[in-house]
Structure formats: structure tokens, C-alpha cells
């Protein structure tokens, strides 16, 4: 101890007399016993730990000064000659850190003083723990990064030291916890004869003391495990550890977890722009995007595009951008000298149990974004609960991501995948997987379609399926979720020339497309049957996919026009197979585009066609749909009266029918008719009624779960309430309508969203002759 230090004893000797108190007044107010107090002021005791020196430090009411002199009095007393102070073992930082603001502010308000976590500033923090922080993501996320940055705004919090801990995680033999508990010791002072002198046995008890009522920062970076990690976790103290770690590390207890994924494209974009300068950056912004968006904003391969073209000042960003857009040349052009993305990917695969090595290398074969794990379970042949346990051990390892019920492999851990794919299984294992997937997809789109088709409903007594389907809504669900894959799937089939796979996928979908009109892919779906029922050369197949063509490029593509021709050749193929079903949807789809197109005389001399061969064809879903098709003509051409009498036979029709008609055929034919009844008494001037009508319509919209529809008539609410005079209401349905989301039709919320602003603009605007100065 040097000169200028004072043992523990002499500091509370001098202070209880400078405060004026006996030892049995200092015991009174600080809690400490008198005679601990006298055998800490006589030297016959070690110094205490930190809570004792916190009471006796309020007991005295020391100021902030005095009590840290007493608790360093304390510290160097209890470890004489192990005193941290100065330890500053970290590697050189890195300055061109971007992003990460909410988790650096995570971090900064962990490291908070005891003394504020106590007061109840940070939640969730023991004042009696040290806080241990897991910085866990996938390989390239920059986890080692943060932590680093982190320490460097966090130095002047932790006077008694920050050290950081290589725990080689990805290596094949990584150090065993006694030797990093040893290599700690070192670092903060023991000596070689204390460690031999204590033994290997007790260097955890040591280990445990040392840190114990020091504020030290220690970072344990690259984690392999828990069992590695739990040993060197102290049990007290103001530590604050970070562990980074490609795994979760859930086995972990108490612990506060810190996720880091991709870069937002605006941090990419700022990323690289610190790497190559800001001139190249701004020369050449769209293939400086176009880089981030290939290295899949992974802060890994971000700088090593980045340093890439920082030492090749001759490259254009447009050239590195051609040159990643090649998926088989992606990975093997994000290196730069030694680094690789594909050698840290590399070093966790190689930690994967064959089982879930081979489903990691399969999933490259997903042709979605995700997938679930009954379709994953194809893939391989397992059992569906053990290949969610191997997703898990997936998303667990940081090679995959997870979301609820659904995985997700970004795209370059995909190339990856596919690359170890190609090496270590067989080409026949691959298509059989492949094929094995796809015909479940569409074997289940099948069945889940057939919820909304007539005469089906819920899946038959024999069906053995691995998805939960036994609502519509469930089936709903898969077929939205799955939906990337099934369709893929589709073309896949269509391309093997299973052409009768490919119609009977599309004919059960037909009425499920009205409950997912502007999913955006309904065209390629019908377009594709189209061709297969052209092949099978079936004029009754042909008529009804060309129907459902026509169908998908009028009402989900807006082109009428374009779907005229489609709606001729149905009905000529229909008049081949002798249907008068599929030529009463022809006329009824060729109505509805020239009424789409203003064209009132042939709209209504194809609707009357429509009405009479349903009729004679006993159709009654037809001449629901035609019927409707006539009022709207009605309405269009100013008979609003005999559109209310048309659209009112439509609900009687519907209410004799009753359980008769599929349900959610039966709800989207009803919410149709009121919101036609709500438009004609529009028209009329009649407020009320026009207005309960077309809430009737949404709410059942709502209900039934056709945002589509749903989306539609908000507007029509909105525009009715608009002219009715109730401004107030007309923004709450506007509002309604754009916040719906993807799945509304795109043109009604983007006309909402014209209307608010309009109606917002009208609630400012000044009354009639109020002059602005």
C-alpha cells in the first residue's frame, strides 16, 4: 500500500470522530454492530463488504467524495495486492461504427450506478447482482462490434477495470471455463502463488471473491455455450458483463438478452458511405442501395463490400453491385483478404448436429421467404414436433430466424445452405426432398381451398393432414402463410406438366380468391391453369379457368379492357363443352367490364344473358352474382328504385337459401347487396338509411374477414357520410380504410387517403369571409 493509501480502520476511525459519533451511535445509526465496528477500526476484522460499507457510509452521512474514499478503503483492504485499477485489456475499437442507437441506450442505462438502479430508475436490475447482458444474433451481425463500442462509452463507469475474454466459441476445442477463470485472475492482479497456493479447487471461490464488490466491466465474447459461460458469471458485485454469443443462450438464468440483427437500409447505406467516401457514395446512390440490399444488410458483409472498394479506388459501385447480383458468385465475392462471410458461417455449421445440419442445408430449397414447420418437416421425413425441436436448435444456433410459427433463412445463409447442399447430398436425395414439399403444398392448398368451394367445406373423415384445418379461418391462415411456397409449387407442377395437379389446385381456390382478392398473384395463378386445362384439352376446364382469368385480371389488376377477351374465348369453349353454368359466368364477367367501362348497352345485354342461363342451369351462386350485376347497372344508369328492388330479392334469396349456400359465399354475396342498397338510397338523399346499410356492410366485411371488401366500402361509407354532412364520422371510416393494410384494395386506400387529407384540409380552413392577414 502506498503512501498516499489509508487502510480501511484508520478512514472509519477518523471519520466517525470528524462526524462527532461514539461507536454505539455510529451502530445505532448505520445498523452495524458495535463490535464489528471496533474489530474493523482496530484492524481485527477484513475490511467488509460493500453493503456494510454502504450503512456505515449513511451513518456517517458522508457526501459522495468520502464514501467512495471508504469504499475504496474497503476494496483494496478485502484483496491486498489484487487491485484491478488500470486494467484496460480490449483490442483497438472501431470508428466507423453506424446504428445501433436503441441497443447502445439499452446498454448504457444497464451500466447504471448501483446507487441509481436502487432508486428505481432501471427496472429488472437487483441492486445486489451484477448485471450480465447476452448480445446474441447471427454470424456477421456485428455482436463483437457492439460490445466493444459499448465499452468504450461505458470506460469512465467502471473505475475498477474492463477486460475482454476471447472464449473461442466457434473453435473445435474451446477453452475450458477453469482456464478462463485463471486467465481473469491474472488479468486483474493475483498472482501465480495465490492461484497455486489456492488450487484449482478453489480458484472459482477466488474468482468469485475478486470480483465481488468491484465495478469492473467484462466482456466474455464468443460464447459457445452455457456451460461455458454459467462458471464465470459472478454472484455479487457491481459487474456489468456482456457475453456475445451467436447462440440464444436460454439455459441462461437471469440475464437480460439483447437480439441484434440486420441494419436498418438507412444505416447500410451510411455504413458503407463512411467506408468508400462520401463522393463515390453520392455519385452513385441506387447501386450503393443495391450493394446493402445483396449483403443483406449483415455489418459483416457490409464491410467487407465496403472495404472492397475502398482499396479498389478504379471500381465503380455499380460494377461490386453486378458483381454480387449473381447468386452463385455472391458469397465467394463478399471476401476481402482473409475475411470471409462464408467462413463465419462456416464456423457454426460446423457446430451443428447432423440432423439439424442436414435440415439447415434443405431449407435452401424453401422457394418463400419462410416456411412452417410442417411444410420443413417434408424436407427431411421427420416427425413434424421433432423438426420443430431442429428449428429451434436452428434459430437457437443463429443460423435461422424465427417469428411465431414461421422460419426464415436470410438470402445469404440461404446461398450458403445451398452451397453445402450441393457438396454433401446427392442430386436424387435433393429432387426427392424438393418434390416430397412441393406436392404437400398443393396436396394442403387443395384441401384448405376447398373450405370456401360448394359441396366441400371441411376436410374429409379420411384426411390425415400435419396443419391444423379445421376451421376456415385456420385454413385461411396456411394458405396466406404458405402462400409464396404453394405457388411456387404451382409452377413447378405446371413446368412437370402435371397439368390435372395444376386445374384442381386452381378450381379450389376459386372462391377462396374473393376472401384474398389483392394478394397480387391471383392472375399468375389463373393464367397458369388457363395453359394446363389448354393441354389437357378439356373445353369445360378451359371455359372455367379462362372465367377465373378474366375474373382476376378485372377485379384484382383493374383491366377490364384486357379481360374482355378472356371472358369471349370462356364463353366459346363453354358453348363447346354444351355448360350453360360456365357461359352465364362468361356473360356475367363480360358485364361486369363493360359496365367497368361505361359500355351501359352491352353490360346490360350480357347481364340479362347471365341471369336467364344461370337460371336455367339451376345455378344459384351464378345468379346471386348476376343479379347483383344487374342492380349495379340500375343504379349506374339512375334507376336506383329498381336497383333497391333487385338487390332486395338478392338478401330474400339469401335468406330462403339459408345453411343451404356455403358461408362465406353466402356473407360475400350479402355484404355486396348492402352495400348497394346503402349507394342507391345515397343517391336518393337518404341519409339514414344509406348510412346503416353501408355500416351493415363493413361490419360484416369485418366479420367474415374480407379486408378486400372491407376496404371498399369504408370508402363508400366515408364519401356517403361526407355528403350527409357528418365530417367527423367520414374521417373515422377513412381512417379505418387506409390503416388496413396490404391485403385492401390499393386504389380505395389510396382515394381514403386523398379524402382525409381533404376533410383535414377543410377542418383548418378559415369559415366563409374570415379574412387572413
Not at 166 to 173: H, I, K, P
Not at 453 to 470: I, K, M, N, Q, Y
Not at 625 to 646: N, P
Request: charged share 25%.
Amino acid at each position: 500500500m502506498s503512501g498516499q493509501e489509508v487502510a480501511f480502520g484508520p478512514l472509519l476511525r477518523s471519520m466517525r470522530r470528524a462526524k462527532s459519533l461514539t461507536i454505539e451511535a455510529l451502530a445505532e445509526a448505520s445498523g452495524v454492530s458495535e463490535r464489528g465496528i471496533g474489530d474493523l477500526e482496530r484492524g481485527r476484522r477484513a475490511a467488509p463488504q460493500r453493503r456494510t460499507v454502504a450503512a456505515l457510509a449513511d451513518g456517517l452521512g458522508l457526501d459522495d467524495a468520502d464514501r467512495e474514499r471508504l469504499l475504496a478503503a474497503a476494496r483494496a483492504g478485502r484483496a491486498p495486492g489484487y487491485s484491478p485499477v488500470g486494467v484496460r485489456s480490449f483490442p483497438r475499437g472501431i470508428d466507423d461504427f453506424v446504428g445501433r442507437a436503441d441497443e447502445l441506450s439499452g446498454l448504457d442505462a444497464l451500466a447504471a450506478p448501483r446507487e441509481v438502479r436502487a432508486a428505481g430508475e432501471v427496472r429488472g436490475v437487483p441492486d445486489d447482482q451484477p448485471v450480465v447482458v447476452v448480445i446474441h444474433g447471427p454470424p456477421g451481425t456485428g455482436k463483437t462490434t457492439l460490445a466493444l463500442r459499448a465499452a468504450r462509452r461505458l470506460a469512465g463507469r467502471f473505475p475498477d477495470g474492463e477486460l475482454m475474454v476471447d472464449l473461442r466459441g466457434t473453435d473445435d476445442s474451446p477453452p475450458a471455463p477453469s482456464e478462463l477463470m485463471v486467465r481473469v485472475l491474472k488479468a486483474f492482479g493475483v498472482p501465480d502463488r495465490d492461484l497455486a497456493k489456492a488450487g484449482p479447487q478453489a480458484h472459482p471461490v477466488l474468482y468469485r471473491q475478486v470480483l465481488a464488490d468491484r465495478r469492473c466491466l467484462l466482456v466474455l465474447d464468443n460464447a459457445r455455450d452455457e456451460a461455458q459461460v454459467r462458471p464465470l458469471l459472478p454472484g455479487s458485485g457491481g459487474t456489468l458483463v456482456l457475453v456475445t454469443s451467436r447462440r440464444m443462450l436460454t439455459g441462461l438464468d437471469d440475464v437480460h438478452r439483447l437480439p441484434l440483427g440486420r441494419l436498418e437500409p438507412a444505416e447500410s447505406a451510411a455504413f458503407l458511405t463512411s467506408l468508400v467516401g462520401e463522393a463515390r457514395a453520392t455519385a452513385e446512390p441506387e447501386a450503393l442501395e443495391e450493394v446493402a440490399r445483396l449483403c443483406e444488410h449483415l455489418p459483416l458483409a457490409l464491410r467487407i463490400a465496403g472495404n472492397w472498394l475502398a482499396t479498389r479506388t478504379g471500381w465503380t459501385v455499380r460494377r461490386l453491385a453486378d458483381r454480387l447480383a449473381s447468386e452463385e458468385r455472391r458469397l465467394d465475392a463478399l471476401s476481402a483478404g482473409d475475411v470471409r462471410v462464408a467462413t463465419a458461417f462456416d464456423l457454426s455449421y460446423r457446430q451443428l448436429t447432423p440432423t439439424a445440419a442436414r435440415l439447415f442445408r434443405r431449407l435452401s430449397l424453401v422457394p418463400g421467404p419462410d416456411v412452417g414447420a410442417a411444410c420443413a418437416a417434408r424436407l427431411t421425413g421427420q416427425d413434424v414436433h421433432d423438426t420443430e425441436d431442429t428449428l429451434e436448435e436452428l434459430v437457437e444456433a443463429g443460423l435461422l430466424g424465427g417469428v411465431e410459427d414461421r422460419y426464415r433463412l436470410h438470402d445469404l445463409l440461404c446461398l450458403y445452405g445451398r452451397g453445402r447442399l450441393v457438396a454433401e447430398d446427392g442430386e436424387a436425395d435433393i429432387e426427392r426432398a424438393r418434390r416430397s414439399m412441393f406436392r404437400w403444398l398443393l396436396e394442403t392448398a387443395v384441401v384448405a381451398g376447398r373450405w370456401y368451394e360448394p359441396g366441400h367445406g371441411a376436410p374429409p373423415a379420411s384426411w390425415r393432414g400435419t396443419v391444423d384445418l379445421s376451421s376456415a379461418d385456420k385454413a385461411r391462415e396456411w394458405l396466406q402463410a404458405e402462400a409464396a411456397n404453394w405457388l411456387a409449387a404451382l409452377h413447378a407442377a405446371a413446368a412437370d406438366g402435371e397439368h390435372a395437379t395444376v386445374v384442381e389446385v386452381a378450381e379450389s381456390l376459386h372462391w377462396f380468391s374473393d376472401q384474398w382478392m389483392f394478394w397480387g398473384h391471383w392472375p399468375e395463378v389463373f393464367g397458369t391453369a388457363v395453359r394446363s386445362a389448354e393441354a389437357l384439352g378439356d373445353p369445360l376446364l378451359e371455359a372455367t379457368q379462362l372465367n377465373y382469368y378474366a375474373w382476376a385480371l378485372m377485379i384484382c389488376e383493374g383491366r377490364p379492357r384486357d379481360s374482355l377477351p378472356y371472358a369471349a374465348r370462356a364463353l366459346a369453349a363453354a358453348r363447346r363443352a354444351g355448360d350453360a353454368g360456365q357461359q352465364g359466368w362468361a356473360h356475367a364477367y363480360a358485364s361486369w367490364a363493360h359496365r367497368a367501362l361505361g359500355e351501359d348497352g352491352p353490360a346490360a345485354e350480357h347481364s340479362d344473358h347471365a341471369i336467364a342461363l344461370f337460371e336455367a342451369a339451376g345455378d344459384l351462386y351464378g345468379l346471386l352474382q348476376a343479379l347483383i350485376s344487374r342492380a349495379l347497372h340500375l343504379r349506374g344508369v339512375g334507376r336506383d328504385e329498381e336497383a333497391i328492388e333487385t338487390y332486395q330479392r338478392v338478401l330474400t334469396r339469401l335468406d330462403e337459401a339459408g345453411d343451404r349456400l356455403e358461408p362465406h359465399i353466402a356473407a360475400f354475396t350479402r355484404v355486396n347487396a348492402l352495400a348497394g342498397l346503402g349507394g342507391c338510397y345515397g343517391h336518393l338523399g337518404r341519409w339514414e338509411e344509406a348510412v346503416e346499410y353501408l355500416r351493415a356492410s363493413v361490419e360484416l366485411s369485418r366479420t367474415d374477414g374480407n379486408i378486400a371488401l372491407e376496404s371498399r366500402y369504408l370508402l363508400s361509407l366515408g364519401d356517403i357520410l361526407l355528403q350527409a354532412g357528418r365530417p367527423a364520422e367520414a374521417r373515422e371510416a377513412f381512417t379505418r380504410c387506409v390503416a388496413l393494410g396490404s391485403d385492401a384494395d390499393p386504389r380505395r386506400v389510396a382515394e381514403a387517403r386523398s379524402r382525409l387529407a381533404r376533410v383535414d384540409g377543410d377542418r383548418h380552413r378559415p369559415p366563409p369571409g374570415v379574412g387572413v392577414r
